[in-house]
């Protein structure tokens, strides 16, 4: 199992500023994902932390929109940049689920863009 | 889209009845999971059926997999308030690594 510590849990932000999102794991993992959830919606994939290389993107996601950091193998951070009022969602970071394992999540970070 | 397809997308019992979602899907998968979701919190596990199983229970879980129909559903029995939360599936390719999530069912158990 896996335990994710992921900040801020909320926060309201002004249009046109960046949020950065921090998640801890409590182990070494190889990848960390990072979803964003639309109210009401499922949750789709942003893109894929490698430690040591450039996040993989998923179709949709661009890097100068969502920065990723991965410096080490149990910490990445997402920036969410030049924020509109679209942007507004849960943004979830997610170890595991891969293999023939189970996920595991961070508690989400509920942002809203004003 | 490989994405799970979830019914109902809205669900509404009394306690102590039984709720079933469904989840149908369009490709071969090597598991199926199902997750739950309090108010927009994180994801927590809650059962992975793998796609040579037929059924599995967790509790008051249980879960069935028919792949020749490409569907799954959940069974939660003698549901509580507690148990309302929004359910998704999620499967997970035989050609792909990735978990894939459905839409998701709201279940609201009333007092």
């Known amino acids: 199992s896996a335990v994710i510590s992921q900040k801020p849990s909320r926060d309201i932000c002004q249009r046109g500023t960046s949020l950065t999102i921090q998640c801890q794991v409590d182990s070494q993992v190889t990848m960390m994902f990072w979803y964003r959830q639309q109210p009401g919606q499922s949750l789709t994939l942003i893109a894929t932390?490698?430690?040591?290389?450039?996040?993989?993107?998923e179709s949709g996601f661009v890097i100068d929109k969502f920065p990723i950091s991965r410096p080490n193998l149990t910490f990445s951070t997402l920036t969410v940049s030049n924020m509109s009022p679209e942007d507004s969602s849960i943004y979830l970071c997610s170890v595991g689920g891969t293999g023939r394992r189970e996920a595991f999540f961070g508690q989400g970070t509920r942002l809203t863009v004003v | 889209s490989q994405q799970g397809e979830e019914d109902p997308q809205a669900l509404s019992i009394q306690e102590g009845e039984n709720a079933t979602m469904n989840c149908s899907y369009k490709t071969s998968i090597n598991n199926l999971q199902w997750y739950r979701q309090n108010s927009g919190r994180g994801l927590v596990h809650l059962i992975l059926?793998?796609?040579?199983?037929r059924e599995k229970h967790s509790g008051r879980l249980r879960v069935t997999l028919d792949t020749s129909k490409k569907s799954s559903s959940l069974l939660i029995t003698a549901s509580r308030a507690a148990d309302t939360a929004s359910y998704f599936c999620?499967?997970?390719?035989?050609?792909?690594?990735?978990?894939?999530f459905g839409e998701g069912t709201q279940l609201t158990v009333n007092p």
């Open positions: 059926i793998r796609s040579n199983e």
């Open positions: 999620a499967i997970q390719e035989t050609s792909g690594s990735r978990l894939t």
């Open positions: 932390a490698n430690q040591g290389s450039e996040a993989t993107y």
